[in-house]
């Protein structure tokens, strides 16, 4: 056997049974403590939500592991299997040149990832959410988006794609700093243009018209130097009952999106100080720290493709027989995440860092404790655990556990 297919067989085995194992810790911990509601939020949150959040995080779970177990396997396939092999040879029958024989077979490669992971997507809108009544999406909405979702895929990923092979074609051996450039290029564009551009095709956005909470949330805005075309309210509902609200873009497009559902469940007081934590993420920078590190990563990541690129046993070592620029790319982006999972623990401990800024900023501009009634609404109305496993939670989520969090909070007002 190749060498560096052992490698990457053993890597892969190693990141499956990490992650089983963690999935695995969260789906007792969780089970243990759910007949018990976290001492501190006893008063606010009833037994039996608190069981249907511990059911639900539970079966989303075992899903979770379903699916690592699934795409471990599709992995597998693709590569050693010959499935890349096969779609490369299916291409290259058609007798088109380089750039568009390379585009295609990494095109179709997505698509057909994603019709191979449309049976977890369904099951989980319309068994799962259904079940514990977030659903609000139906078969004709489901397959609209998936439709959209196609059409962008070839709309902007098509050209983005043929760019890039092109690049790496007709530059010699430092094409990965100018297929980076472009990428940034793009991304930038992108994040530039999302809220304006590309997610008005899949939701609704109304700018917020009640008065007395329009004219609350400008006081903050202006306390806060925030301008921007203001807050807008999305559509959430259309599609789920979760609540959530987010800042996104940049410039001119900069805006904060409240949910629908989420300015259904809060009080005024609670919406100013959700707020305010958005507009922390905004003041501390955190979108430019996470973008600068987004790209000094890719940059990285290129230049480690630039190299491997040229060898021969990364093609034959993962089951590909003739190397090309577009295999070099779909081989990297498939591989990739079974190497770097080790780094996840890290990016979740800076991501809940921000987190832990963003609610500090929000006690100092808004109110702490209605910032912390807020959440506890969230999470009831999410279902989000409240006892997640220690271990789990640290490895991968974004947000500290509510219990943390909101204790975090309540500190923080004591200084
Ligand atoms: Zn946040």
Redo the contacts with the bound molecule.
């Keep these: 056997m190749n060498q560096f297919t052992t490698i990457f067989l053993a890597a892969l085995a190693t990141s499956l049974l990490l992650r089983l194992w963690l999935a695995w810790r969260q789906l007792s911990h969780v089970g243990k403590h759910r007949e018990q509601v976290p001492e501190s939020f006893a008063s606010r949150i009833p037994l039996e939500d608190h069981r249907k959040a511990a059911d639900y995080t539970r079966v989303n779970t075992r899903i979770g592991m379903l699916a690592l177990v699934w795409d471990s396997l599709l992995l597998v396939g693709w590569t050693l299997g010959g499935g890349l092999d096969w779609l490369d040879s299916v291409w290259r029958g058609t007798g088109y040149s380089a750039v568009p024989t390379g585009t295609a077979v990494i095109l179709s490669a997505m698509v057909i990832m994603t019709l191979l992971d449309l049976p977890f997507s369904i099951y989980h809108t319309f068994v799962v959410e259904e079940r514990f009544g977030f659903n609000r999406s139906r078969p004709s909405l489901f397959i609209t988006d998936l439709l959209k979702q196609g059409l962008l895929l070839a709309v902007i990923g098509g050209p983005l794609v043929a760019l890039a092979l092109w690049i790496m074609q007709a530059s010699g051996t430092l094409w990965w700093l100018y297929v980076w450039a472009v990428w940034m290029t793009f991304t930038l564009v992108m994040f530039w243009a999302w809220p304006a551009v590309i997610a008005p095709l899949f939701n609704k956005f109304s700018p917020l018209d009640d008065a007395n909470l329009k004219q609350r949330i400008q006081a903050l805005m202006d306390k806060c130097g925030f301008r921007s075309k203001g807050i807008f309210v999305m559509d959430g509902s259309r599609r789920s009952g979760h609540g959530n609200a987010y800042f996104t873009g940049f410039g001119k497009n900069k805006r904060i999106v409240f949910f629908d559902t989420l300015l259904e469940s809060l009080e005024p007081a609670e919406i100013e100080a959700v707020l305010a ?2 507009l922390g ?1 905004f003041r501390l920078k955190h979108i430019q720290k996470r973008l600068l590190s987004t790209m000094a990563l890719s940059l990285a990541a290129l230049a480690i493709l630039g190299w491997l690129a040229r060898q021969d046993w990364f093609y034959h070592g993962l089951g590909v027989t003739q190397p090309s620029a577009w295999m070099a790319l779909l081989l990297f982006m498939m591989v990739l995440p079974v190497f770097t999972f080790i780094l996840q623990p890290l990016l979740s401990l800076l991501s809940r860092k921000h ?1 832990f800024e ?1 609610d500090a900023y929000a006690v100092a501009q808004s109110s702490g404790s209605d910032l912390a009634h807020a959440l506890v609404k969230m999470y009831r109305e999410n279902a989000s655990t409240l006892t997640p496993d220690p271990l789990y939670s640290a490895w991968h989520d974004s947000h500290p556990p509510a219990p943390v969090r909101i204790e975090r909070i309540y500190a923080t007002m004591q200084t």
Excluded: G, L, M
């Design positions: 934590h958005e993420h987190e963003a």
